[in-house]
Structures are given as structure tokens and as C-alpha cells.
T-cell receptor, first 116, second 114 residues
Framework: AQKVTQAQTEISVVEKEDVTLDCVYE???????LFWYKQPPSGELVFLIR??????QNEISGRYSWNFQKSTSSFNFTITASQVVDSAVYFC?????????????FGKGTLLTVNP | DAGVTQSPTHLIKTRGQQVTLRCSPK?????VSWYQQALGQGPQFIFQ???????QRGNFPDRFSGHQFPNYSSELNVNALLLGDSALYLC?????????????FGPGTRLTVT
């Protein structure tokens, strides 16, 4: 069975601090996809990144970066120079790769609060 | 380009009643998935529809049923509502022939069962 663990329930930082959100996953599949989604107070999940299990290169997109380490089954997300608009709940998710549209298994999320 | 839309936004029902939630996928998408998100939890997969058929199902009872129409829109029906069904119901759309696994979510329907 698939499982995603986000051990940090809540994180509070001051604007311009760097913050890392942790994600640890479990799967028996050798091929899978990992995701991060952002959920602002409005409730809509916003897609941030997708990573497949064969691509362990770290990725940077503006102030966002992701560190995928297969050896530790982790897919951590770092926000550099955080801003108040980054305040949201962030979800890590896992999907098997057995078809074009498989289900997503989500972690419980990390509530990030960025204070001015 | 319209994204995923859901209706209604909020809904209050009484225990034992039935409810229908609606979802229109993003333009060009043909697959719809439904998720239940309880307060303080991550979304949980309910089921997925493609070509008007239920393709996959999560660990939800038969009280949860769905339908997909020829225009790819979808409905989620919940019978015999329980207090525990109170949650945010999210619809996600994707393209079976497009970028794999890229699901776009709607704003959700907040269901409260009293």
C-alpha cells in the first residue's frame, strides 16, 4: 500500500526566511510519480511539481526547489525567501504509474504561515 | 480557458438525506476524479470516471456513487448521509491522452451534514 507522511503539521516563519517542508513516502512500485500541491484558504489545490521515480535531479523554479532522494524515500520542498503569499497548506502526493490517470495518495499536509 | 468548476460551493444537508455534487472538467480533459477532504486531512480518492465508466475506486462505501456524462462532466452522489460525510469534496480533471498524472483541481464543494 502507498503512504505519504508529512511529519510537520504546522510551520511558522517570518518573511524572507527559508523553509523546508518534509515528505516521506512508501510504495512497493519501482515506477511512481511524486507531487506537491498548494492549498490556499480558498480551498483549490494548485499543482506545483510532478517528479517521476527515475528522475532524481533536483529542480528549482524561482523561489521553489525540490530535493528528491530515492535512497531515503523523501521528496522535500524548500521555499527560499518566503513571502506572506506563500501561506497555505502544502500537500505531498504519490501516484503509481500503471496507467494514464491513476489515483493520488496525499499526505496530511503542512500548514505554512509566513508572518510579515 | 475555463478551469475545473464545481457546484454548489456550499451545501448543508441533514443526516439521512441524499446529495448530488457536480463537476465540469477543464476544457480538453476527459477524465474526472473525485476526492473527499475532511477537516485537517489530505484529500482521499473516491473514484475516477473515464468514457462514462467508473475506472477506479478508493475505499468508500457504495453510498458514494457517480456518473459521467457524454460532455465529460460528472456527478457525485452520496446517499444516506452521515455526520462523517461532512467534508470538502474536490473534483480533479485530467486528459487520458495528455500529460500523464497532471490533475487540475476545482475549488471544491463544502458539504456540512447536521
Amino acid at each position: 500500500a502507498q503512504k505519504v507522511t508529512q511529519a510537520q503539521t504546522e510551520i511558522s516563519v517570518v518573511e524572507k526566511e527559508d523553509v523546508t517542508l518534509d515528505c516521506v513516502y512508501e510504495t512497493r512500485d519501482t515506477t511512481y510519480y511524486l507531487f506537491w500541491y498548494k492549498q490556499p484558504p480558498s480551498g483549490e489545490l494548485v499543482f506545483l511539481i510532478r517528479r517521476n521515480s527515475f528522475d532524481e535531479q533536483n529542480e528549482i523554479s524561482g523561489r521553489y526547489s525540490w530535493n528528491f532522494q530515492k535512497s531515503t524515500s523523501s521528496f522535500n520542498f524548500t521555499i527560499t525567501a518566503s513571502q506572506v503569499v506563500d501561506s497555505a497548506v502544502y500537500f505531498c502526493a504519490l501516484s503509481e504509474a500503471r496507467g494514464s490517470n491513476y489515483k493520488l495518495t496525499f499526505g496530511k499536509g503542512t500548514l505554512l504561515t509566513v508572518n510579515p | 480557458d475555463a478551469g475545473v468548476t464545481q457546484s454548489p460551493t456550499h451545501l448543508i444537508k441533514t443526516r439521512g438525506q441524499q446529495v448530488t455534487l457536480r463537476c465540469s472538467p477543464k476544457s480538453g480533459h476527459d477524465t474526472v476524479s473525485w476526492y473527499q477532504q475532511a477537516l485537517g486531512q489530505g484529500p482521499q480518492f473516491i473514484f475516477q470516471y473515464y468514457e462514462e465508466e467508473e475506472r477506479q475506486r478508493g475505499n468508500f462505501p457504495d453510498r458514494f456513487s457517480g456518473h459521467q456524462f457524454p460532455n465529460y462532466s460528472s456527478e457525485l452522489n452520496v446517499n444516506a448521509l452521515l455526520l462523517g460525510d461532512s467534508a470538502l469534496y474536490l473534483c480533479a480533471s485530467s486528459s487520458y491522452s495528455g500529460i500523464p498524472y497532471e490533475q487540475y483541481f476545482g475549488p471544491g464543494t463544502r458539504l456540512t451534514v447536521t
